[in-house]
């Protein structure tokens, strides 16, 4: 058969193998003038053929790459494969080419229902990973260290053909005219060719066994296409293949390596993409570095280098960085010169970014990584038609997105809400809902917000693959409701640990999803009886606490849920003291956890419409219990003084006496460190409460200065361990508190008791008072103040 492949081809023969770098823009102004000059009778495509009936979508308005086939299994849609096309791919332009002149277009790589049945046989350990870069290998013998430059001298800054419009194509009127443009736009597919064909044949396969198959395949549906259209059909692919698809194989050779795949049932849409995920560092395998940079190669129909300079400017502009129009003329003297040093036609990449760190961010890198991750990588989100096949469930998500006005964008960014708006609690239930199916859409952000209030914060990015995580969870239901709704169901029923049930109702009541709690509820009810194990008793009951307070924010029922609760509590109250004695460093760390979040889970049950009667007063017993028991390891006997303390619960001289006792020179240094550790642990917050409470800091300073001199080498390594964890500040202001001698209510050597710089001997009650009508104010609240203003 005849092929660009050789020196020969002339316009009117054929077919025309196109070897192509996917998402090369020169790549693709290449092919499109190929097209344009040849003008073949079809055009053939690297891809699945079950795509072949979504094709004509890409001629829809509301198609906007870049894009992606995505086919997945219909049995398993977590096995699935993606294709993606830019703006500035080759087989991007080819299919619009096609689709603008009614030329028939179709795919002709191995169908998915094969390579997605061959991806599953092979165990991901056994995959084959290529031994040979085509790219790296043709840049090294032209004496290049860089494939990237090498790509982009020799055919990014290689100007396009003379035909690249169909319009020329149509005004020649001689064929000795057509066939001399469609010579030259052959021209650097015959080059190519030539220098796979050498590569092939010095390193055949390439590591890449599967390829015969693939190639296999393309050759018979090119035989097919031959006999259907004639020899004038033009195949767009994988710069990789052209020699084997010029190869002179026979048709029963083809077949036989066909013979006896596996199959798979596949279903195919398209989907939308991103530059990043184009990008090599994405995992892509076909991935380009600088996908944003290719687009704008792409797109600039003059001056490149000016207009790329001009958008670095005003990204950086946009960021508060004093860019001005001089900058931008400098930028492009800098790259010109760049280029002109080192040997380059054109001022590629390299030469652009060297300039701008020089120019625009004055030689810092920090700037410069806003230019890298914004206009060379892009942020560019491609959208697809509402008339592509997708699975319902995936249709209702993009219902509640439109009505909820919630765009996925590739872009990270925060979202805050007011649960007590509709639109900002239907968000919240969206998310939740879509957190239960595994969808990761957002993620909760810890600290912006309370999600035991009326506010909830949340950290959103859309990625390409989350349309397959729909698809996997469309097994559950045709709507985000019903299928969340089905799954928490059955996560009820098969989980074995109780924390996982008081983690899936709190979900529940998240996501507003009351169909499901009462199976949740069951399990929760049925596996708290059986479970004796406190600590798992103490993991559950946070998350119960938690769903309380949900359900007061979010008017839900959680009558049972507090019975529930209640139980929880009392069996973790009994349970806890005799748990804490008897352990190791790790053991003792973890249980200290739990004590503190228990604390927190009944403070949450105190704040209660309806607390259980005494239970306050049996956790206060509890964390007596292990303030004052020997037995009970040093971190936890600290912790549970702190916490009384905090409550106030416990009184100052009480606090000092069991300080005193944990630091006695009988304690073990490790044991009296555990104990300093729970009692002003960094990680606790312990160094601000230093700071600003005089009886935590007076009880520290009354210690250290009694500590015998022996004995403080053995201390104080202890010591640094629990003070390092402090902030900075923290550190200097304690360390200048004491060089004063102003630490507050702390005896010093001269046995007078001092106030700290600037605070007077006693509280001012008339001031103090003063500021409640504001703080009414900002609380929702409408008080009359208590005192006095002045």
Same mark, same amino acid.
């Given at each position: 058969?005849?092929?660009?492949?050789?020196?020969?081809?002339?316009?009117?023969?054929?077919?025309?193998?196109?070897?192509?770098?996917?998402?090369?823009?020169?790549?693709?102004?290449?092919?499109?003038?190929?097209?344009?000059?040849?003008?073949?009778?079809?055009?053939?495509?690297?891809?699945?053929?079950?795509?072949?009936?979504?094709?004509?979508?890409?001629?829809?308005?509301?198609?906007?790459?870049?894009?992606?086939?995505?086919?997945?299994?219909?049995?398993?849609?977590?096995?699935?494969?993606?294709?993606?096309?830019?703006?500035?791919?080759?087989?991007?332009?080819?299919?619009?080419?096609?689709?603008?002149?009614?030329?028939?277009?179709?795919?002709?790589?191995?169908?998915?229902?094969?390579?997605?049945?061959?991806?599953?046989?092979?165990?991901?350990?056994?995959?084959?990973?290529?031994?040979?870069?085509?790219?790296?290998?043709?840049?090294?013998?032209?004496?290049?260290?860089?494939?990237?430059?090498?790509?982009?001298?020799?055919?990014?800054?290689?100007?396009?053909?003379?035909?690249?419009?169909?319009?020329?194509?149509?005004?020649?009127?001689?064929?000795?005219?057509?066939?001399?443009?469609?010579?030259?736009?052959?021209?650097?597919?015959?080059?190519?060719?030539?220098?796979?064909?050498?590569?092939?044949?010095?390193?055949?396969?390439?590591?890449?066994? @599967?390829? +015969?198959?693939?190639? $296999?395949?393309? #050759?018979?549906? =090119?035989?097919?296409?031959?006999? %259907?259209?004639? /020899? *004038? !059909?033009?195949?767009?692919?994988?710069?990789?293949?052209?020699?084997?698809?010029?190869?002179?194989?026979?048709?029963?050779?083809?077949?036989?390596?066909?013979?006896?795949?596996?199959?798979?049932?596949?279903?195919?849409?398209?989907?939308?993409?991103?530059?990043?995920?184009?990008?090599?560092?994405?995992?892509?395998?076909?991935?380009?570095?600088?996908?944003?940079?290719?687009?704008?190669?792409?797109?600039?129909?003059?001056?490149?280098?000016?207009?790329?300079?001009?958008?670095?400017?005003?990204?950086?502009?946009?960021?508060?960085?004093?860019?001005?129009?001089?900058?931008?003329?400098?930028?492009? @003297?800098? +790259?010109?010169?760049? $280029?002109?040093? #080192?040997?380059? =036609?054109?001022?590629?990449?390299? %030469?652009?970014? /060297? *300039? !701008?760190?020089?120019?625009?961010?004055?030689?810092?890198?920090?700037?410069?990584?806003?230019?890298?991750?914004?206009?060379?990588?892009?942020?560019?989100?491609?959208?697809?038609?509402?008339?592509?096949?997708?699975?319902?469930?995936?249709?209702?998500?993009?219902?509640?997105?439109?009505?909820?006005?919630?765009?996925?964008?590739?872009?990270?960014?925060?979202?805050?809400?007011?649960?007590?708006?509709?639109?900002?609690?239907?968000?919240?239930?969206?998310?939740?809902?879509?957190?239960?199916?595994?969808?990761?859409?957002?993620?909760?952000?810890?600290?912006?917000?309370?999600?035991?209030?009326?506010?909830?914060?949340?950290?959103?990015?859309?990625?390409?693959?989350?349309?397959?995580?729909?698809?996997?969870?469309?097994?559950?239901?045709?709507?985000?409701?019903?299928?969340?709704?089905?799954?928490?169901?059955?996560?009820?029923?098969?989980?074995?640990?109780?924390?996982?049930?008081?983690?899936?109702?709190?979900?529940?009541?998240?996501?507003?999803?009351?169909?499901?709690?009462?199976?949740?509820?069951?399990?929760?009810?049925?596996?708290?009886?059986?479970?004796?194990?406190?600590?798992?008793?103490?993991?559950?009951?946070?998350?119960?606490?938690?769903?309380?307070?949900?359900?007061?924010?979010?008017?839900?029922?959680?009558?049972?849920?507090?019975?529930?609760?209640?139980?929880?509590?009392?069996?973790?109250?009994?349970?806890?003291?005799?748990?804490?004695?008897?352990?190791?460093?790790?053991?003792?760390?973890?249980?200290?956890?739990?004590?503190?979040?228990?604390?927190?889970?009944?403070?949450?049950?105190?704040?209660?419409?309806?607390?259980?009667?005494?239970?306050?007063?049996?956790?206060?017993?509890?964390?007596?219990?292990?303030?004052?028991?020997?037995?009970?390891?040093?971190?936890?006997?600290?912790?549970?003084?702190?916490?009384?303390?905090?409550?106030?619960?416990?009184?100052?001289?009480?606090?000092?006496?069991?300080?005193?006792?944990?630091?006695?020179?009988?304690?073990?240094?490790?044991?009296?460190?555990?104990?300093?550790?729970?009692?002003?642990?960094?990680?606790?917050?312990?160094?601000?409460?230093?700071?600003?409470?005089?009886?935590?800091?007076?009880?520290?300073?009354?210690?250290?200065?009694?500590?015998?001199?022996?004995?403080?080498?053995?201390?104080?390594?202890?010591?640094?361990?629990?003070?390092?964890?402090?902030?900075?500040?923290?550190?200097?202001?304690?360390?200048?508190?004491?060089?004063?001698?102003?630490?507050?209510?702390?005896?010093?050597?001269?046995?007078?008791?001092?106030?700290?710089?600037?605070?007077?001997?006693?509280?001012?009650?008339?001031?103090?008072?003063?500021?409640?009508?504001?703080?009414?104010?900002?609380?929702?609240?409408?008080?009359?103040?208590?005192?006095?203003?002045?």
């Amino acid at each position: 058969m005849t092929s660009a492949v050789g020196s020969g081809a002339l316009a009117g023969a054929g077919p025309w193998v196109l070897g192509v770098r996917h998402h090369g823009p020169g790549s693709a102004r290449a092919v499109l003038a190929a097209l344009a000059a040849a003008r073949p009778s079809a055009v053939l495509i690297e891809g699945p053929p079950e795509g072949d009936a979504l094709l004509p979508l890409a001629d829809d308005p509301q198609m906007r790459p870049p894009v992606a086939l995505l086919a997945h299994a219909v049995d398993d849609p977590g096995r699935a494969s993606f294709w993606p096309m830019a703006a500035f791919s080759p087989e991007w332009v080819a299919i619009r080419w096609a689709l603008d002149h009614d030329v028939p277009v179709r795919f002709v790589d191995l169908p998915a229902a094969h390579s997605l049945a061959l991806k599953a046989a092979t165990p991901e350990a056994e995959e084959v990973t290529p031994v040979v870069d085509p790219i790296r290998v043709l840049a090294e013998t032209a004496g290049y260290d860089d494939p990237e430059r090498w790509w982009e001298d020799v055919v990014e800054h290689r100007s396009p053909g003379p035909s690249t419009d169909s319009s020329t194509s149509t005004s020649t009127s001689s064929g000795a005219s057509k066939g001399s443009d469609a010579d030259v736009a052959l021209a650097p597919f015959v080059a190519l060719a030539e220098a796979m064909t050498a590569l092939r044949e010095a390193y055949g396969d390439g590591g890449q066994p @599967r390829d +015969a198959v693939r190639e $296999a395949y393309m #050759r018979i549906q =090119l035989r097919v296409a031959r006999k %259907e259209f004639g /020899d *004038a !059909v033009a195949v767009v692919c994988g710069a990789w293949h052209v020699p084997a698809l010029a190869a002179r194989t026979t048709l029963a050779a083809d077949r036989a390596l066909l013979k006896g795949l596996p199959k798979v049932k596949t279903e195919l849409t398209w989907v939308p993409w991103t530059h990043r995920r184009l990008a090599r560092h994405s995992g892509y395998g076909a991935g380009i570095d600088a996908p944003g940079w290719y687009g704008h190669l792409f797109d600039a129909a003059d001056r490149p280098v000016e207009r790329w300079m001009t958008k670095a400017a005003r990204l950086l502009r946009a960021e508060d960085r004093p860019v001005s129009t001089a900058h931008v003329i400098e930028a492009v @003297r800098l +790259a010109e010169t760049l $280029a002109a040093l #080192r040997g380059r =036609l054109l001022a590629g990449l390299g %030469e652009t970014t /060297d *300039a !701008v760190r020089a120019v625009m961010c004055e030689g810092s890198d920090i700037p410069l990584a806003l230019v890298q991750d914004r206009l060379i990588v892009g942020e560019t989100l491609g959208e697809v038609p509402d008339t592509a096949p997708a699975v319902p469930l995936q249709r209702d998500l993009t219902r509640s997105q439109r009505t909820l006005r919630l765009k996925p964008e590739p872009q990270e960014r925060e979202l805050d809400l007011d649960l007590r708006k509709e639109t900002d609690a239907a968000r919240s239930r969206l998310l939740h809902r879509l957190r239960l199916l595994d969808v990761g859409w957002g993620d909760p952000v810890v600290g912006r917000g309370s999600t035991g209030t009326f506010r909830e914060s949340w950290r959103l990015r859309w990625e390409p693959e989350l349309h397959i995580r729909v698809a996997e969870a469309g097994v559950w239901g045709t709507t985000v409701r019903t299928a969340a709704t089905a799954k928490a169901e059955w996560q009820a029923v098969e989980a074995t640990a109780l924390a996982d049930v008081t983690a899936l109702a709190e979900h529940c009541l998240l996501a507003k999803l009351p169909d499901a709690l009462p199976v949740v509820m069951k399990s929760l009810a049925d596996r708290a009886a059986l479970d004796a194990d406190v600590g798992h008793l103490a993991d559950a009951l946070p998350a119960l606490a938690r769903s309380l307070r949900y359900g007061d924010v979010r008017a839900t029922d959680t009558a049972a849920l507090a019975e529930v609760a209640a139980g929880l509590a009392d069996r973790v109250c009994v349970g806890l003291p005799p748990a804490c004695t008897g352990l190791d460093a790790d053991g003792a760390e973890a249980l200290r956890r739990r004590v503190e979040a228990v604390h927190g889970a009944i403070g949450l049950l105190l704040a209660g419409a309806a607390p259980a009667p005494g239970l306050r007063e049996r956790w206060d017993a509890v964390l007596h219990k292990l303030a004052g028991r020997d037995t009970v390891a040093g971190v936890i006997r600290g912790r549970s003084a702190r916490l009384l303390l905090d409550e106030g619960r416990l009184a100052e001289d009480e606090a000092a006496r069991l300080m005193g006792l944990a630091l006695s020179p009988g304690t073990p240094p490790a044991d009296a460190a555990a104990w300093i550790e729970g009692f002003v642990g960094g990680a606790s917050g312990g160094g601000m409460l230093l700071v600003h409470d005089e009886r935590l800091l007076g009880l520290m300073d009354t210690w250290l200065t009694r500590v015998p001199a022996d004995m403080f080498t053995d201390v104080l390594p202890l010591l640094r361990r629990t003070f390092s964890a402090y902030e900075p500040g923290v550190r200097r202001t304690l360390g200048e508190l004491v060089r004063r001698g102003t630490v507050p209510g702390s005896a010093h050597r001269d046995g007078v008791d001092r106030a700290p710089a600037g605070f007077g001997p006693g509280i001012d009650r008339a001031r103090a008072d003063a500021v409640e009508p504001v703080l009414s104010l900002l609380l929702g609240r409408h008080t009359e103040p208590t005192g006095a203003a002045g």
